[in-house]
């Protein structure tokens, strides 16, 4: 098989047209390619009159493959990253895990996989039930704490873009997406450079994904609180939770993955009360910013895109202020909406999602400023924590305490005024939102670093700075504000068998890596066993 790279096409490309582009980068008559495929693909769309998509194709070539890639500078052999699943292993007590976003359900699937019929312990509903009951409260307000965009089946990722590309490297990452398309996620995440499966396709991919560990022996009991741990002699020996009665219950296991997800804040405290050792990292907040998708889409691909079947345009924008502090974008949602995303009653979060078409009339990401450690001048290790609840609580109550979120145009933001109606842009934050000031939501830190950046990123994005753009506050549950510290083989300092994994503990930040991380922590565990 022959890889070859930079292959430069238009848009509307046809199988047969990209299979004469690779004869054409090989010399070759494209009679003599037997088969071909997209390693990668990405839109470059620097020059508007002239976009196209470069692509990286692997090719079985009839003839001599060898010969033909030493005589061309575009050509090398074909090789993907295998992932060889760990072999059966035999464990005394079944393994835990706790949570089942992207960090347990890899975890989950790797260890059933191994035969150790693992537990699943998810606070949340599955899926099914979790889609309505987040329906239900974005269009009543009706919260229900234990299943939200937080928390349930598939974790906060179900409820966002689904976006999958991640700035790690890691052959397990081909596993990963390997196995969403087994379960039903759209193929091109395979190739893409910016690989996303979309709102409307997670639900159907996680459950699938769940229903084979199941066949392998392990169970997943949603609705199903952890409680607590004991440990005799520095190491594991039980966990509690409450189940789906409400009766408390016990496990007796020597291996628990943790993997809160970054939202379980009253889980943290029960660890942290445990004897694990955790510590501050930097987090952020800040506001989710909507454009229209037209203008977006005009910025980034110029005024004729709709000549093309192209991708809705997205970004990803960051500056340093004077000052040093960094102000990016976050999960940006092409064509996609602002969500209410709290997992706490009387606490306002904000959230975006997209479905995989990213056909919604609007374009949203989330504004965040970075904040340390030494911004709060604080020893206790939920300084963080208690930061992001502050904000919930302020915009809570700011909004109306309805669960609306305070929304305010940019050119109002901008000059610290009071937003009264909104323009040609129209917020589309369920359940609701209420004009407001931000100024009076956030600290003057995250809103003055803000308004600092906003004329930066409008120089790299024409019409970024329009009046009428939608903010709409507050963006706290980017990342955790706190890390479960862990020792070399993936177990929480100074106690064996406790495994802190994913997002929440601190050692991921998407849902690949997450998943990635899972997948390392299963391995860590079976390593024992072998």
Known sequence: MVRVNNIKIKPDYTDAELKKAVAKKLRISASNIKSLSIFKRSLDARDKSDIRYVITADAEIEGNEKKLIKSNKDASEASYPIYTMPEKVRMEKRPVVVGFGPAGMFAAYILAHAGTKPIVLERGECVEKRMESVNHFWKTGDLKENSNVQFGEGGAGTFSDGKLNTGIKDPRIRKVLETFVEKGAPEDILYDAKPHIGTDRLPETVKNIREEIVSLGGEVLFESTFTG??????SLASISYTDSEGSNKDIETNDVVIALGHSSRDTFKMLYDSGLVMEQKPFAVGVRIEHLAEDINISQLGEHYHDWDLPTADYKLSTHLEDGRGVYSFCMCPGGEVVGATSIKGHVVTNGMSNNSRDGKNSNAAILVGLNPEDFNSDDVFAGMNFQEELEKKAYIIGGESYHAPAQRQEDFMLKRKT????????????????????????E??????????????KKIKGFDDPDAVLTAPETRSSSPVRIKRDIDGQAIGIKGIYPCGEGAGYAGGITSAAVDGIKIAESILKKYE
């Open 229 to 234: 741990l004991k440990i005799e002699n520095g």
């Open 445 to 458: 830190l995250v809103c003055s670093s803000i308004a600092e950046a906003l004329p930066h990123f409008a």
């Open 420 to 443: 009264e109606s909104f323009g040609r842009v129209n917020p589309s934050y369920q359940p609701g939102v209420t004009p407001s000031n931000i100024w009076d939501v956030l600290p």
